[in-house]
């Protein structure tokens, strides 16, 4: 399986968005947040661990979340989301608004690191959807706060793509990201997660076969007629 | 559970896509079809019934079976599109270069139904999303001969909504529409299949909670993390 640096990741994203690929936003984000949603379902069982806090990013891996977040209401978890810097994005407003239709609560964007330390005291597992393949480093405010918090918190974290705070292509090299137990890489994993120890997920089922092909993906075999699949160590890598 | 009329199945898809509903039919059709997809894999398994023939109308519901012969190709079935009237929104085009993409077949449109002939010789398994709740007989060309001929093959069949044919509120009462052993309801069912025999299946796991309880729908729960839910006979019904 290839491992993908962001620059690839950004082509293969614009490639299922052309007009070759065919897709739109709405429907890769709703397949990838069901397949975040799932991961997290798989791995923390919602009858020990019914309380996640879902923290979202601004840009498209936010979106992913509040997928996810609706997606763990109706599976019967209490997600409550924790969005600091909401996109401006109109699908953004759209996704949130469905999530309030779910009752599921929302802190209201603030800086105010409280807020955030009160909502963990109520927390059993986090699904962290901050930073995605784009992430390029320093990591901005509020998040430079927000991810020793989330660390000192000790709850199990479920990352998506990419560990917030990683750098997408070569890892935890400066020690300042996020420390999950678990991760769920979107289409392909990255390059910075190739030794990550945790359970390791790929999700994203809608790469058609060209384009697994065009990009020498060989993603692996889903099984039955799940969204995600788990790697299991000793898979081939190739970089690129 | 309530089951539902056509206008009402109508409001409900029009709740779900205004601005309080918030979704995009992109989103919806995106679940509906891959419940679709999920409710035919459980009930065929792909090494027996691996020659999928998807049968797809004009409307939106032929919308759901482009997305669900992708789901199926992903799942390892051979899935085959018969779209004898393919629809004119964009977003049929897209879905269809979607399967494209996948090398997935699609018997040209035409009104020659030797094609559909041939194509059932080599068909396990028939996913009828022909018509769905606004259909309003009479059953136009080429569909008032395609329905006969899916029902002469004698091939099982799995309907989505509502059997081709079938009068949304009152079933099968003129006898003409297809036999299906399998249905999935999108939604909710509608009043038409309250006496279906075969195995019945509800998808679209995105009506919020709000909107359940806005309209009484009393819908079952799912189980885990599925997208569809098996409904065992002596399940309450309140029309409506």
Known sequence: MRYLTSKLSQQIDDELM?????????????????????????VYRKDVYPRVLVCCGPGNQGGDGLVAARHLGMFGYNPIIYMPKPGSKDIYQRLQKQCENMYIPIIPPSNDLE???????????????????SFKPPIRAPFDAVIPI??????????????SGWDVEKGNVHGIGLRPSALISLTAPKQGVSDFVGRHFIGGRFVPKSLDEKFELHLPQYPGFDQIVELVSGTNKTSS
Chains 1, 2 share one sequence.
Do not use: W, Y
């Not at 690929?21 to 798989?42: H, K, P, R, V, Y």
């Open 18 to 42: 052309s007009v070759a690929g065919a897709f739109s936003l709405d429907q890769l984000m709703e397949l990838a947040g069901l397949a975040c949603a799932q991961t997290l379902a798989t």
């Open 115 to 133: 807020d955030l330390r009160k909502a963990l005291q109520h927390t059993d597992v986090i699904l962290d959807a901050i930073f995605g393949f």
């Open 150 to 163: 989330l660390n000192e918190s000790r709850l199990p974290i479920v990352s998506v793509d990419i560990p």
